[in-house]
T-cell receptor, first 110, second 115 residues
Framework: GENVEQHPSTLSVQEGDSAVIKCTYSDSASNYFPWYKQELGKRPQLIIDIRSNVGEKKDQRIAVTLNKTAKHFSLHITETQPEDSAVYFCAASSRYKLIFGSGTRLLVRP | EAGVTQSPTHLIKTRGQQATLRCSPISGHTSVYWYQQALGLGLQFLLWYDEGEERNRGNFPPRFSGRQFPNYSSELNVNALELEDSALYLC??????????????FGEGSRLTVL
């Protein structure tokens, strides 16, 4: 069935360092790959997304890369700040719905 | 512009009872999605409604059901509640078409506790 795997489940970095979260998906027809950030007690919010006709997309300190052949996509956060601490979810479209990964809890140590 | 709104914020039920959760999408959005987020876990897809019809459902038993009204609002019903149904239920709406999945806008969620 449709599946998205996300690693690592937890990630602790020093402020200013980079953080990388990786996901793989199973549905070869997936063509939309968003990343959501969920702060404690709040709703998930989109931070960046990419479509299958693009290999990389950047927005200030965050970037996403997509390898369709390998069915991998990754989130890169540079110059991390304490306010980046949250749970991050990757997702892949599959038959007009989004399948989410299990989430990565990112802790940025001041 | 109002975002996705959900009610109630919190709901406490006992095993065997029924729960009804409600969602109003962003104005102009016709698609409504329901996800279950159990404590410490990810978002599990429950149901997708579009233009008043159920278009897809996740791997949940039939006691999870719902509907979408002509104004595109939606409700999720959970019958014969079990302890493991305790979770945050998130509703999301999308302006994407069926041929072009787009951003999901989430509500704040309804936290269901089953005792």
């Amino acid at each position: 069935g449709e599946n998205v795997e996300q690693h690592p489940s937890t990630l602790s970095v020093q402020e200013g360092d980079s953080a990388v979260i990786k996901c793989t998906y199973s549905d070869s027809a997936s063509n939309y790959f968003p990343w959501y950030k969920q702060e404690l007690g709040k709703r998930p919010q989109l931070i960046i997304d990419i479509r299958s006709n693009v290999g990389e997309k950047k927005d200030q300190r965050i970037a996403v890369t997509l390898n369709k052949t390998a069915k991998h996509f990754s989130l890169h956060i540079t110059e991390t700040q304490p306010e980046d601490s949250a749970v991050y979810f990757c997702a892949a479209s599959s038959r007009y719905k989004l399948i989410f990964g299990s989430g990565t809890r990112l802790l940025v140590r001041p | 512009e109002a975002g996705v709104t959900q009610s109630p914020t919190h709901l406490i039920k006992t095993r065997g009872q029924q729960a009804t959760l409600r969602c109003s999408p962003i104005s102009g959005h016709t698609s409504v999605y329901w996800y279950q987020q159990a404590l410490g876990l990810g978002l599990q897809f429950l149901l997708w409604y579009d233009e008043g019809e159920e278009r897809n459902r996740g791997n949940f038993p039939p006691r999870f059901s719902g509907r979408q009204f002509p104004n595109y609002s939606s409700e999720l019903n959970v019958n014969a509640l079990e302890l493991e149904d305790s979770a945050l239920y998130l509703c999301a709406s999308s302006g994407g078409t069926r041929g072009n999945t787009g951003e999901l806008f989430f509500g704040e969620g309804s936290r269901l506790t089953v005792l």
